[in-house]
């Protein structure tokens, strides 16, 4: 029966060391022409997950028809737009096509194309409603979207008109809080609030638009000039040629892309997106897995480090566990994911900057409680033993760790659901795992809460698995 | 007993933090010899046999057992203890494991011997502590007496030439008391070198050679059971022995 377990276990470290190396070779390697494009994952109709979970939009159909016309290749690589931004300024993207306006701030630390899109902020609210005008705007909220120029047009009137500015990271979450009424309005780039309305989002554009924007194609400033170059070229063709036109009236012409016909039950929405579901269900059970694997490892080790009798491994357990239990997850993910390349230059794929990010959090958490377990063992064991004459590391290993795991064993389960939870934060450094897949489709259909109903009961569904998988193995090691 | 000198402690001092526990002991212990260790709780008897394997390092002074300075750093301490069994007060047995696991596993970790060896050699080791019948069976589904005296055949297991007792039966219900002090004075009758700290003075006036008394952390006086019981001359032993014998 031990035996058996340990095959088990040995089994799934195989798999898992077996998948993380088909992961990690398959993050695409830089060949001569393929450029590394980050975009926003949830900003139509510049970019958006269709409903074949296929990246389409304007910014998207330009920049391939682009690509055609000068003879090069893009990676385009979906993240929220604050982690393309600052994915380009690490150097870890090449390039960033995000509906960005050009602006005199950014052209510190990035080198813009020629603007492909003229933009201005509109403010929207709900029809018939109390708010018509600018004017009408004082003393209440105003809903915006972080880094966009819509937030910045309202930092620069907050004052003048008197409302109280709150920022969200998606646009969904954003229209959703004019609707319910929190917010009395939203500022929007002009596009982006057509072609919401158009989605079926019940709001209304009051004002003509303002800051009027020039939208441009970024790189790193000083870097990937010859990419800028073929940007611009291959624009003047697409306007010369017409291509330009075509692309733009697909999206904003009076008969835009849009699936406001296609069925919005449960049922409906859960057909049309089991694509993109079942991809992000994927990831976010290989994230738990991995993660698990590899927090449990680190944990283990810190673990012990705590209880060996060396004051200089007992402090380093103890700092290390202080960090990283100390940092909040989401500080956690950014910090590797863009702060790290930014100071080594060295990329880190998203994947890989999850799971270092989980393994040092969740494993903090793990090491703490393998530590408060193995000195929960009566001192008694340990002195018996070591009285008989095994050295520590036998003594650890035969009498002390399989009375220790007894106790961590719900610790453990516990931590394995927070982990698989956790893991919803990571879609923060742009990992299309389970939330970010529900954000995607939202910003398409706008159907929110449909959407979030869904994710959560797959959560649930796979917890649900979890407890019951941490149970049987509980089980069978009791004995 | 015999003229060799089995544990040869000097001048042994133990402080903890500011607190002097031990202030200077000197003891010498013959092969085969039984000495008991009685005295006031509190006192350092406890203290004093877990520095003779070394669970606590002394402050200063010197042990010396079998020839070998367990103080020197380039003893091993672990080769030093597989020759001084210890049994503790509150049995210490391994909670993980079953009975003959208990008994077999240092032989078998420390490469004494094989596990067929070491099966057979727990099986009569059971058999001597009158337990014969308990070989699978869990820790925890035995009595405090019974799990004292698989810890007896525990330490047996390793053939040591010295034991330590630390009040073996002190956490025992008193029925119990008698088959852990038998095997106790069987080991003496076999010649086994012993030094047992307890509180059970008819098991030291029948089974000692010797009976050290310890108080404030010296011995205040030694002598035969005969001496001790009979011509106490030290004041605080006259009135220990007075609390202990007359309850
Ligand atoms: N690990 C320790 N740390 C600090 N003080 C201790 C420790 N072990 C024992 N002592 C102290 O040493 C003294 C003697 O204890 P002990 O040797 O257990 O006495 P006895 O066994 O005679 O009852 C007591 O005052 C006790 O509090
Ligand atoms: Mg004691």
Known sequence: MKRSFIRIVGGLIALLSLFAALNFSTTPAKAETTYQIATDSTFPPFEFANSHNKYVGIDIDLLHAIAKDQGFKVNIKPTSFNAAVQS??????????????????????????????MSGVVMAAKPNGKVTSLKQLRGKRVAVKTGTSGAQYAQSIHKKYGFKIVTFDESNDMYQDVLTGNSAATFEDSPVMKYAIRQGTKLKIYTKPALSGPYGFAVKKGHN????????????????????????????????????????????????????????????????IVAIFFATLFGVIVGLLGVVPSKFCNGISTTLIYIFRGLPLLVLALFIY??????????????????????????????????????????????????????????????????????????FINQFIITLKDTSILSIIGIIELTQTGKIIIA?????????????????IVITLLTWLSNWVQRRVRL | M????????????????????????????????????????????????????????????????????????????????????????????????????????APVELGKATKEEAAKQAKELLARVGLESKYDATVQSLSGGQQQRVAIARALAMNPNVMLFDEPTSALDPEMVGDVLGVMKQLATQGMTMIVVTHEMGFAKEVADRVVFVDDGNIQEQGTPDEIFNHPKDPRLQNFLDKVLNV
């Open chain 1, 88 to 117: 380009v300024q690490s150097g870890q993207m090449d390039g960033v096509i995000a509906g960005m306006s050009i602006t005199k701030e950014r052209e510190a630390t990035f080198d813009f194309s020629k603007a492909y899109f």
């Open chain 1, 444 to 460: 398409r259909n706008l159907e929110g809460f449909k959407v979030w109903a869904i994710v959560a009961i797959i959560y649930l």
């Open chain 1, 225 to 288: 000039q010859k990419l800028l170059r073929m940007f611009n070229n291959g624009l003047a063709d697409l306007k010369a040629n017409g291509e330009y036109a075509r692309i733009t009236r697909h999206y904003l012409g009076a008969k835009g892309s849009s699936d406001t016909t296609s069925d919005r039950t449960f049922l409906g929405l859960i057909k049309q997106n089991k694509g993109a579901l079942l991809s992000g269900f994927e990831q976010t059970v290989w994230l738990t």
């Open chain 1, 338 to 411: 863009t702060g790290i390349p930014s100071l080594t230059g060295q990329k880190i794929p998203a994947f890989i900057a999850g799971i270092i990010t989980l393994m040092f959090n969740e494993g903090a958490y793990i090491a703490a409680f393998v530590k408060g377990g193995i000195n929960a063992v009566d001192d008694g064991q340990m002195e018996a033993a070591r009285s008989l004459g095994l050295p520590f590391g036998k003594a650890m290993r035969r009498v002390i760790l399989p009375q220790g795991i007894r106790i961590m064993i719900p610790s």
């Open chain 2, 2 to 105: 015999n003229e060799k000198i089995k544990v040869k402690v000097t001048n042994l001092i133990k402080n903890f933090g500011d607190n002097q526990v031990l202030k200077g002991i000197n003891l010498e212990v013959h092969d085969n010899e039984v000495v008991v260790v009685i005295g006031p709780s509190g006192s350092g008897k406890s203290t004093f046999l877990r520095n003779l394997n070394r669970l606590e390092a002394p402050t200063s002074g010197s042990i010396v057992i079998d020839d070998t300075d367990i103080a020197d750093p380039k003893t091993d301490i672990n080769k030093v203890r597989e020759n001084i069994g210890m049994v503790f007060q509150h049995f210490n047995l391994f909670s993980n494991l079953s009975v003959s696991e208990n008994i077999m596993l």
